[in-house]
């Protein structure tokens, strides 16, 4: 402990750490640029020099690189000391021998490193007369374009896309001034978190390729604190948008959740803001129309209905807008529900219910630093930075436990790894929670993978028990929240919910709320249904029983942003802000409750979805509170968060635990020997799959089947199957995978969403010559 | 007063008033500056500040590379642009604006265009009825001529390719490394 | 002086185990068994058995210096990656003996007490790595080596691990790197590889002539050693002398004899008319030494206070026909090809001085190049992250100190004062 005197200002330093980070933390710039804060130090750039003064007088001082040299109290440090201004204009006279005049066509200019240390540290004029050496590009996919001349060779990308992000398809190749980071072959970069390279390179060496399609300058664009809406992590973000399009997403840091890093779904799912199928005008029985016609015409059809009203929320719509949404029906008398799939709405409450009994799961922060966890499902898939946070546990020794029924990319880092298909799930987390019951002192010899598990678990100094919920049951969740309270306080329990705001969404919908839903609609008892940012009618599991019910409306109102299946069957469509368009609430994984701000306004009236139903109440004669009122009521203390501020763990009542027995499940045919699967990736999302730069890296649509299952029954390895489902059927070629249970087949969303079968329900196969 | 300073203070006057006449009437039959425009008009140097034009380079293609350094240094933000990249990968503005009502002819975007491509000419003849006719698009900026700067084409000199100049092939380049040898 | 190093070896047919057994050879596992490994660190640290392969460091200094209590696995690599410009001596007792090499890796593994022995060989010498791994096989055959040797409750393994190549692969810490499969990229020095060396165990790197002196030393003892020796210096040195000489070779000589001795007397003289312009005494990356220096005794300390380093003792001999900024060109072009690519003011610095040293060379040199050579070259020595740079540049600075006027008179008239005709040669 102690402080260093930095041209003499006294700075304190934690123990540990060096000059450099000692000077960032109290917000002094040395310059540097292999210096990363989620990298640690290197020493290769040379250019945070500064003059050390030793304690001894009889020493001289040195030029020492401040990155390495380890921060002692009394020490004295110059940054402005001529011998090491003369080291960093020398450093930064060499790194431009050989760096391209390409600043004026380079989308890194204004936001480049390389050109702030030059106007700072070097030198103002040219003395090498000598010609430039060059590289050829890489393809490196949609997302990411590869200009190599640009590069110092400051090692950050493949550092952060090895050591940190653990891919293993972008390095160093070559040496000397020679030294070229790239893949071994062109294509794609294979690691969700390759987008991150944009911001990591300090020059335009890789840029965002996205952005690039319709570039402006980081000086012309309008910025606000946004969320991700992608998924229930709420990683912080900072959009850019200029001339009333939104241009692209950067990283905004958070210090619990993403520091300095976002997943590509993240990055690059904006694209559904711009997507040219967006609904951009009220719609009424197909033509379009104004924003006061199109509110006419649903007030009268809803004052004209003696049924019920129903309010279908979502998990990706933000709280005021579904706070708002139930607050008209409950005016109405009507029902409202944030879940169109009863068994996704019994899963999430289950899951928050058991957060708020157990505890609060652990950041993004706290999750690097267990030593053992427990992973159920496609963690990459549902939350991909959590992945992220738990390889950076793995990398620090932790070992990952996987039950899993299809294929994800964070089981290569397994220490053990269980493929388990759906229908048996369940049973295997209760084997899992009588062996850790019954384990107590006792050694267990067997050594099964499961004994493995339970023993890395009881032993783990802090452990995570963790799953994806669209992919689990309630008793599912309720077992693992068993586990977790039999594994004592030391073990957290998070989950990775469906949707940004799905914690919100469960704290707004009763229990059963969403089959009561369902089962009014079939039964024509409600009439006319208001669906805010859901698309029932494209559901995987339910959205047969939804596509013949909604048949029975009268009157089908979608608000949305992106044109759904529900949209397209909408009798009055009104198209809403998308999420950099406007303000609001998303309520994380955690429970954290944190505000987004509008970034920009389009030129067409996009109002937010708790606008439109504020406006709706009025025209039906009704008036509402404003938001923050309503979610006052619902929520004592709460204050809707400001947006570029940490957010807070909200206080809510506790949800019960629904009941465990499951009525709404498919009755499985006993006939069938098959289960499906999802097969999901880290760009399967509801907004993200508008973008198309992201979907164009889509894995192809297969049938996976796990080897020993396929070969039993006859079926070959890239053979043509047929699959079955309650709505309809698809012909698929197959292919085996390891990481896939026995006797499931894991197919992507879309198909079984044709089929009309969800994951765990069972399908139908047959060979087709 | 006496009446001999009166005598001599109207001396004064009458000689004060004389000279000034006289200068006045020798001025009469001077030759003028004023040139009778537009009859005559006069030559400006070419570095005049008056009307903005787009050039093109030695190779007849637009020098503008949509770097948004003349809107980021126009004092009046009169200038707006979008970039965009053709299929080979050169950049160029895909919209151009300069909104000359705005404009105070100041001469900063000339002086901040790394290619050359925006220039001032001696053309002030700019006068319209409507507002809305001085803000000018690309296809009335953009010349086909080099304009005052002859001789320099940007892209000989980046490190980026584009049709007809593969990486390597800018002045002062050598040609690009084979990445995947690691002999000497 | 009788051959000590040399005695037994033959590049053609090395000697097997058996014919290397009957010559004396492995007598020295006898002698190193008897005694505690902390008195064998004693004996070499007595001889003043200084590193052969560069940087000549106490060799008993540094193994005591790592610490008898190092925690286990512990490991020994012999530095056979010969990359240095001018040196071949490692290669011809590859080539001419690999039981000696093996023979000393055991008994100075024994006093390290590490259990496992790594020989880096350089890539090109694959000839030599395969006789090695026979010659490895042998001695496991006979137990030389495995659990146990010799039953001594020591046990030892030695792999020999080829080089994928260049220069860099002799750092101590890029080889380390290189044999855990990474980039030969050098470590930062702290924590030091003694202590966090290959897969962050202890680590101790020689080169394979400063371990081959060692069972010599266990069996005659130090004060032999230190006496076969002549002007201050220890042991017995293998001489490499290349260059302008009549018969360039490898020399073995009692360490401290003059260059004057090699160069006019084992190595035939220069060549008819012709006389020193200078000469670097330890490899390419010495600094020059000129005809004043030559009664210097061969050896580390006098070498060093006459403004050089003795490095591997391999010497370069330049002749009055010899241009001094041609044969500093080809150097440096050589180091800047060799760079790793990990810090700045190598990578990129490097080149920028053989640039500049190329357009004085080729007669289109301006007058402030000289000033700029040595303004460039001060941060790169300095500034680096390992001692490759600084060992780069040491020819370049000394050749601008000693070869001023060649240097004035190529930027003043725009040509080579000695090859007129062949400005382009060397």
Known sequence: MGKIMLDGHAIPFKLGDNILQTALEANLEIPHFCYHAALGSLGACRLCAVEITPKDSGKAPRVAMACLEPSEDGLKVSVSAIAAQQVRQHVIEFLMINHPHDCPICDEGGECHLQDMTVVCGPPYRRYRGRKRTFPNQDLGPLIHHEMNRCITCYRCTRFYQDYALGNDLGAMRLRNEVYFGRFQDGPLENPFAGNLVEVCPTGVFTDAIFRQHFARVWDLKTAPSICPHCSVGCNTLPGARDGTLRRVRNRAHPELNRWFICDRGRYGHQYSEHSARPLAPRVSGTDTSYHDALNAAASQIKSTQDCIGGLGSTREDLEGNAMLQALLNNLGGIFTAFSDPKLETATIAAVSSLQNIGNAPSLAEIEQIDAALIIGDLTAHAPMIDLALRQAYRKGAKLAFLYSSPTPLAQFATTAITVSPQEMCTELSRLYQLINAQSAAEDITDTPMTDIAASLMGARKSLLIGAIETMTSQEVSTLSKLATALGSDTKLAYAFSGANAYGAALLSPTGSAVAMLEAVEAGQIRILIVAGNDPLGDSRFGTRWRAACRNLSALIVLDCILTATAKAADILFPVAAWTERGGTFINYEGRAQGFATVFHRPEYLPNVARVITDLAQYLGHSLQAAPSVLGDIFSDFQIPKPGTTGSLITAPSLPMPATASAHSIQESCNSTWQAALASWYGDEALASFAPGLMALTPKTVAMIEPTSAIDAGIKNGSKIKLRGSSGSMVLSVRFNQDVATGTIAIARNVLVQLGVGHGDSLELEQVL | ?184 | MEALLTRHLDPVAPLNLVAYQATGGYRSLTSAFDLKPEKIIGIVEAANLRGRGGAGFPCGLKWRLRGADAPSPRYLICNLDESEPGTFKDRYLLYGGPHQIIESIIVSAFALQAERAFIFVRGEYAKGGNALNQAIQEAETAGLLGTNIRGSGFNLQIEAHLSGGRYICGEETAQINAIEGKRPNPRHKIPRPSTHGLWGQPTTTNNVETLINVPHILLNGADWFRELGVNGGCGSKLFCVSGKVKHSGLFELPCGTPARELIFEHAGGLDENRALLGFLPGGASTAFLLPKHLDVPMDFDPIAKAGSRLGTGSIIVLDDATCPVEVTLNLMRFFARESCGFCTPCRDGLPYLTQILTTISSGSGRADDLALLDELCATIASQSFCAFAPGAVMPLVSSLKCFHDHYEHHVTTGRCPFNEANKNGA
Request: aromatic letters at 8%.
């Open chain 2, 1 to 184: 007063m006496n009446k001999k300073q009166t005598n001599n203070y109207t001396l004064a006057l009458i000689k004060g008033l004389g000279r000034s006449l006289w200068a006045v009437l020798r001025h009469a039959f001077v030759k003028r500056e004023t040139v009778s425009y537009p009859d005559i008009k006069r030559t400006l140097p070419s570095r005049w500040r008056g009307r903005i034009v787009l050039t093109r380079d030695p190779d007849g293609e637009e020098r503008c590379v949509a770097c948004y350094l003349c809107s980021a240094v126009c004092p009046v933000d009169c200038i707006h642009l979008q970039a965009r990249q053709n299929g080979d990968g050169r950049r160029y503005p895909e919209t151009f604006s300069i909104d000359f009502s705005r404009c105070i002819f100041c001469g900063f975007c000339e002086e901040a265009c790394p290619t050359l491509a925006i220039q001032l000419t001696p053309d002030f003849e700019m006068c319209e009825r409507h507002h809305e006719s001085l803000v000018y698009e690309k296809n009335q900026l953009l010349i086909d001529g080099q304009g005052k700067h002859p001789g320099y084409n940007f892209y000989r000199h980046a490190g980026v390719a584009i049709p007809g100049k593969a990486i390597g092939e800018a002045e002062g380049d050598t040609p690009p490394v084979d990445r995947d040898n690691n002999l000497p």
